[in-house]
Structure formats: structure tokens, C-alpha cells
């Protein structure tokens, strides 16, 4: 799902766009100077207790 919304700049004359995209969890993260997709995988451990994977 996302919502779009176009500002007009008015000094240059021209028409910016900003698009918000919303999800239900993160899928990118700020690590090491990039963003990079994040890894959401759950497992559960030996003990039953839910971990992430990575």
C-alpha cells in the first residue's frame, strides 16, 4: 500500500513527487554505510524459543 503526493516547487516552476511506501515490518536497514534488505526468517531454537535466523 502506498500513498503518493506531488508538491509543486513554486520558484523553480516545476513538479516535485514524494511517495511514502508503508509495510507491515522493516525491510531495509542502515548497516555498514548502505541500506540492506532485512532478514525477517524466524527458527526456533532447541530449547523452542523463536530466534532470527541471521
Known sequence: MGHRRGEADEEEG????????LTPG????????????VDATLTAGPDGAVRASS
Open 14 to 21: 516545476r513538479r516535485l513527487s514524494l511517495t511514502t511506501e
Open 26 to 37: 522493516p525491510e531495509r536497514v542502515w548497516r555498514d554505510g548502505k541500506w540492506q534488505a
